[in-house]
């Protein structure tokens, strides 16, 4: 059998797991933050293990200089990437200093699999240096049962993604507003807006759908490049009923509102494998139009197809629309149900994938250095 099931839903709260004589791990992450770039998911994550293992903020003085059991990186492109040339040779050394250091001294590492492959290549220096992180991390963590089987990793979890409630409550303590009694007719996409996300195409198949449906679609979000920013301004501003804003990250409460007075949230990406839009969308209650692909069919078969409607790879006009009918004409309470992707259970999950790594890397090169 391909990798390990870790179902959040299942996996018992059970108590400590340690490193040795009864103490508790010891994990160096990126714990995220509440500055607009980031993703929510990372400090819910951290918040929550926090009551299980000893956790720290990820800098490279403490990696290389630090005590730790465990690494735990979830977009490690990030560490390496800078607009200076320079600063990103360094920075590439030191991601190879660490796991060189860090096969000597039996420290165990783990990635959680956001994506199967970055949205934006590297250099090749940079590729070569992904690929000797991802062959050191003893387990990978990945968020679906779909996304395991396409790796197919004998070093694979599946951990799923938790919810978006806990961001939710801080920003709108009132919690989301219910939806409209009646259709809206407004559609939205947000987030980073990248290439791969096939706005291009939404954009151009909306333009054909036509005034009589009283449908209108808002692109926000922060573009990639200016370039890119430029590219959709152009394509919304010829076609009616379609609104680009593109200049800068949503703020928390502004992206919740968006959310909330949309109808649906469309996500016509080239290739889904995992989508925190999707799940931002269901935490605040809005249903979800996204391209087909087996996570997406997981996430589906999860939360019902009330929720959850499919798009083909290559958007077409009908296919939107249908997609719109076929969630309007889909009963549904006021929010999914979450209850097999909780927290502590998510963060139980995580402690037993630390402890897995720690021992697999114990029993490959002998009792780690405490």
């Given at each position: 059998?391909?990798?390990?099931?870790?179902?959040?839903?299942?996996?018992?709260?059970?108590?400590?797991?340690?490193?040795?004589?009864?103490?508790?791990?010891?994990?160096?992450?990126?714990?995220?933050?509440?500055?607009?770039?980031?993703?929510?998911?990372?400090?819910?994550?951290?918040?929550?293990?926090?009551?299980?293992?000893?956790?720290?903020?990820?800098?490279?003085?403490?990696?290389?200089?630090?005590?730790?059991?465990?690494?735990?990186?979830?977009?490690?492109?990030?560490?390496?990437?800078?607009?200076?040339?320079?600063?990103?040779?360094?920075?590439?050394?030191?991601?190879?200093?660490?796991?060189a250091l860090d096969r000597?001294?039996?420290?165990?590492?783990?990635?959680?699999?956001?994506?199967?492959?970055?949205?934006?290549?590297?250099?090749?220096?940079?590729?070569?240096?992904?690929?000797?992180?991802?062959?050191?991390?003893?387990?990978?963590?990945?968020?679906?049962?779909?996304?395991?089987?396409?790796?197919?990793?004998?070093?694979?979890?599946?951990?799923?993604?938790?919810?978006?409630?806990?961001?939710?409550?801080?920003?709108?303590?009132?919690?989301?507003?219910?939806?409209?009694?009646?259709?809206?007719?407004?559609?939205?996409?947000?987030?980073?807006?990248?290439?791969?996300?096939?706005?291009?195409?939404?954009?151009?198949?909306?333009?054909?759908?036509?005034?009589?449906?009283?449908?209108?679609?808002?692109?926000?979000?922060?573009?990639?490049?200016?370039?890119?920013?430029?590219l959709l301004g152009e394509?919304?501003?010829?076609?009616?009923?379609?609104?680009?804003?593109?200049?800068?990250?949503?703020?928390?409460?502004?992206?919740?509102?968006?959310?909330?007075?949309?109808?649906?949230?469309?996500?016509?990406?080239?290739?889904?494998?995992?989508?925190?839009?999707?799940?931002?969308?269901?935490?605040?209650?809005?249903?979800?139009?996204?391209?087909?692909?087996?996570?997406?069919?997981?996430?589906?078969?999860?939360?019902?197809?009330?929720?959850?409607?499919?798009?083909?790879?290559?958007?077409?006009?009908?296919?939107?629309?249908?997609?719109?009918?076929?969630?309007?004409?889909?009963?549904?309470?006021?929010?999914?149900?979450?209850?097999?992707?909780?927290?502590?259970?998510?963060?139980?999950?995580?402690?037993?994938?630390?402890?897995?790594?720690?021992?697999?890397?114990?029993?490959?090169?002998?009792?780690?250095?405490?």
């Amino acid at each position: 059998m391909t990798g390990t099931t870790t179902t959040a839903a299942v996996g018992a709260e059970a108590g400590g797991s340690a490193a040795s004589g009864g103490r508790a791990l010891r994990v160096l992450t990126t714990r995220g933050g509440d500055d607009l770039s980031a993703n929510p998911y990372v400090s819910t994550l951290a918040a929550h293990t926090d009551a299980l293992l000893q956790v720290r903020e990820f800098t490279w003085a403490r990696a290389l200089l630090g005590r730790f059991d465990v690494i735990h990186l979830h977009w490690p492109e990030a560490l390496v990437r800078s607009p200076s040339r320079w600063k990103h040779a360094g920075k590439l050394a030191l991601f190879r200093l660490l796991i060189a250091l860090d096969r000597l001294r039996r420290r165990a590492h783990v990635s959680t699999i956001h994506n199967l492959s970055p949205h934006e290549s590297g250099s090749p220096a940079e590729d070569a240096v992904l690929r000797a992180w991802l062959a050191s991390c003893a387990v990978r963590i990945y968020l679906t049962h779909a996304g395991l089987a396409e790796a197919g990793d004998e070093r694979g979890v599946v951990i799923p993604h938790g919810d978006y409630a806990e961001y939710v409550r801080r920003h709108r303590p009132a919690g989301p507003a219910a939806p409209a009694a009646a259709p809206t007719g407004r559609l939205l996409l947000f987030g980073m807006l990248r290439r791969y996300k096939g706005i291009e195409r939404l954009i151009e198949a909306f333009g054909e759908i036509g005034d009589d449906r009283g449908l209108r679609l808002l692109v926000a979000g922060k573009a990639i490049d200016a370039d890119y920013e430029r590219l959709l301004g152009e394509l919304a501003a010829a076609r009616p009923g379609v609104e680009v804003r593109a200049d800068h990250f949503l703020g928390h409460d502004e992206l919740i509102g968006l959310i909330e007075d949309c109808e649906v949230v469309v996500l016509p990406y080239e290739r889904m494998y995992n989508s925190g839009a999707a799940l931002m969308a269901l935490t605040v209650g809005r249903p979800v139009a996204a391209t087909d692909s087996p996570s997406m069919a997981e996430l589906r078969a999860e939360f019902g197809a009330e929720w959850i409607q499919p798009l083909p790879a290559q958007l077409t006009p009908e296919a939107l629309t249908a997609a719109v009918d076929a969630l309007r004409s889909s009963p549904r309470a006021a929010l999914p149900d979450w209850s097999a992707r909780n927290w502590p259970a998510i963060a139980a999950a995580h402690r037993d994938a630390y402890q897995r790594a720690v021992s697999a890397v114990r029993a490959a090169r002998g009792a780690p250095v405490d």
